[in-house]
C-alpha cells in the first residue's frame, strides 16, 4: 500500500510542473514616457519580430530569441554598424549594443514572470518602474502630472 501511495504522489508532483510557454504577442502595459509602445511577437521557431513605435521614432527588427532561467535573450539579425540608408529611413535598425551572459549573445534581456515581460537597461539592471503621462495633478491643484508605474510587457490573448 505505501509503494502505491509513493507512486501515486510522484505522479501528482509531476503533473504539477509545467513547460513555460512564452510564444505570443506582447505589448507594453501602458506608453512609456507618454509616447513609446514596445510590442514584441515571439514563434514558436524562436523567431521573433520587435517593434517599437514613438513620438517620431519606429523600429521593426526581427531576430531570434533564447529562452534559459526565467530570462528572454532577444538577438536581433541587423547589427549596429552594418546599417545602410535605406534601412534607417525604413526603421530597421537598432541602437543596441552586442552583450554576452552565460554563453548567450544577446541584444536586449527580459524577465519572464507570470506571462509578463520585465526589461533590463544597459547597466543589466531590472526596470521596475518606468515614468507616464497622468492627467491629474499629484496635488490637489498643483504638482507634477508625471507619475511613475510598473512597467512590463502584457502577454495579450487572441
Known amino acids: 500500500m505505501r509503494k502505491y501511495i509513493l507512486i501515486l504522489l510522484i505522479i501528482a508532483l509531476g503533473a504539477c510542473s509545467s513547460n513555460k510557454d512564452i510564444t505570443g504577442i506582447y505589448k507594453s502595459n501602458f506608453a512609456d514616457l ?3 509602445i514596445t510590442k514584441l511577437e515571439l514563434r514558436k ?3 521573433l ?3 517599437f513605435d514613438g513620438d517620431l521614432i519606429h523600429q521593426e527588427l526581427n531576430g531570434k530569441y533564447t529562452f534559459k532561467n526565467d ?4 538577438l536581433f539579425d541587423k547589427e549596429k554598424d552594418s546599417i545602410g540608408e535605406e534601412e534607417l529611413l525604413a526603421g530597421n535598425y537598432n541602437n543596441y549594443d552586442m552583450r554576452n551572459e552565460d554563453g548567450i549573445s544577446f541584444h536586449k534581456k527580459y524577465l519572464f514572470k507570470n ?3 520585465f526589461v533590463y537597461g544597459k ?3 531590472l526596470i521596475k ?5 497622468s492627467g491629474r495633478k499629484r496635488y490637489l491643484f498643483f504638482g507634477p502630472t508625471w507619475s511613475k508605474k510598473k512597467y512590463y510587457l502584457k502577454k495579450k490573448n487572441i
Open 115 to 117: 506571462y509578463r515581460l
Open 34 to 36: 507618454g509616447f513609446f
Open 71 to 74: 530570462n528572454l535573450y532577444l
Open 45 to 47: 521557431d524562436s523567431t
Open 49 to 51: 519580430r520587435y517593434n
Open 123 to 125: 547597466e543589466n539592471k
Open 129 to 133: 518602474r518606468s515614468r507616464y503621462y
